[in-house]
């Protein structure tokens, strides 16, 4: 008997038909799988989500309630009023203070009312504006906020009173007041109350003098004196003895050098504090936010005006430890390895640098 050859297809086409169905399920349930597999590991789930939030954001910072008492802010430091001052008597006192200051030659220089040829031509406040109280123009703000404090050019602890005579002695040539005169407690009285409004161990914004960027050479008393010409000469004279007021023994600008000026153990002779002076302070009318000088031209003048004769101090005993000594201070020995010269004029990064990586290894 033989077999029917269409049963022997079908019975093929019917064994295709079933590996095609077993291959659409197998491919079917792979697709569901793999779908399965994204939805639930490569996607971000809402739990998920909030739990990688939650380990990898910020730890907030822990409210607290408000001081009911703050400290006041010192943003920007303005000298207080003696206005404000309600005992007769010690505003008084701290009137004359200022008033001594303000016009320091008039009681003890050249033609002082209170004792003759005792200070130079200057005024305290030739060198700390407006007795004191300018921003950026060498103020006492931080006088009653830091001392007594540590002093390397001494190589001590120094006073208020020490400082005021430091300056008497330096700046104005002169001889030291004792501590314990009326004009000497009437100006530390004055002194502390300007920065009374400082807290104890604060130096405000606004203290001392803002100081202008280095030059990449020396400081150039030649091109310094075009500058003073141009822009100094006209109040301070062209032999830089200022201009004194007829019959007041005192000066309307006062000299910058010669006999009646600061002498070479003041402050003003470092280069850095002569050039940040004139050029966030001068000519007239400059201010630390609107110079009129450029740095070049404040660093060059600085070199011209210290370049003149002026009397000279004994300092044998200033800087006791030579690697304290300021970058630009102008007499040695030097602990640094720079010329004289170099700390007088500059260029002073390489000091400064020097001066810096030393005071790193400590």
């Not at 960027?213 to 400081?219: K, S």
Request: glycine share 8%.
């Amino acid at each position: 008997m033989h077999e029917d050859p269409n049963s022997e297809k079908d019975q093929k086409m019917l064994q295709t038909l079933g590996q095609l169905l077993q291959l659409t399920v197998f491919l079917s349930l792979f697709v569901l799988a793999l779908l399965s597999y994204i939805a639930v590991f490569t996607q971000p789930k809402a739990w998920m989500t909030a739990w990688w939030t939650r380990m990898t954001s910020p730890k907030p910072e822990l409210l607290l309630p408000p001081d009911p008492n703050p400290e006041p802010q010192l943003a920007s430091w303005v000298a207080p009023s003696l206005d404000a001052v309600s005992d007769p008597r010690l505003r008084q006192q701290m009137e004359y203070g200022k008033e001594l200051i303000a016009h320091t030659s008039k009681y003890f220089g050249p033609a002082g009312v209170i004792e003759k040829n005792r200070n130079n031509a200057l005024n305290c406040q030739n060198c700390h504006l407006d007795a004191g109280t300018k921003f950026f123009g060498n103020n006492y703000s931080a006088v009653a906020s830091i001392y007594p404090k540590f002093r390397a050019r001494s190589g001590g602890i120094e006073s208020v009173y020490k400082r005021v005579n430091d300056c008497i002695e330096r700046s104005l040539n002169g001889k030291a007041l004792d501590s314990g005169s009326a004009e000497m407690q009437a100006m530390v009285a004055y002194i502390n109350f300007v920065g009374s409004n400082v807290p104890k161990g604060e130096v405000p914004e606004g203290s001392g003098l803002k100081k202008p960027t280095f030059l990449n050479r020396p400081a150039d008393p030649v091109r310094g004196k075009l500058v003073y010409t141009d822009q100094c000469q006209s109040c301070h004279q062209a032999d830089g003895q200022g201009l004194v007021v007829q019959g007041q023994g005192e000066y309307t600008y006062p000299p910058l050098w010669g006999s009646l000026s600061y002498n070479d153990g003041a402050g003003l002779y470092r280069l850095s504090n002569f050039a940040g002076y004139v050029k966030y302070n001068m000519p007239n009318g400059a201010t630390h936010d609107a110079p009129l000088l450029s740095d070049e031209n404040s660093w060059d003048v600085a070199a011209y005006v210290n370049s003149q004769p002026r009397p000279k101090m004994n300092i044998a005993k200033d800087w006791p430890d030579a690697s304290k000594k300021p970058f630009d201070h102008p007499f040695g020995p030097f602990a640094d390895g720079f010329s004289a010269e170099q700390h007088k004029y500059g260029p002073f990064g390489p000091i400064k640098a020097k001066i810096d990586a030393e005071k790193a290894k400590l």
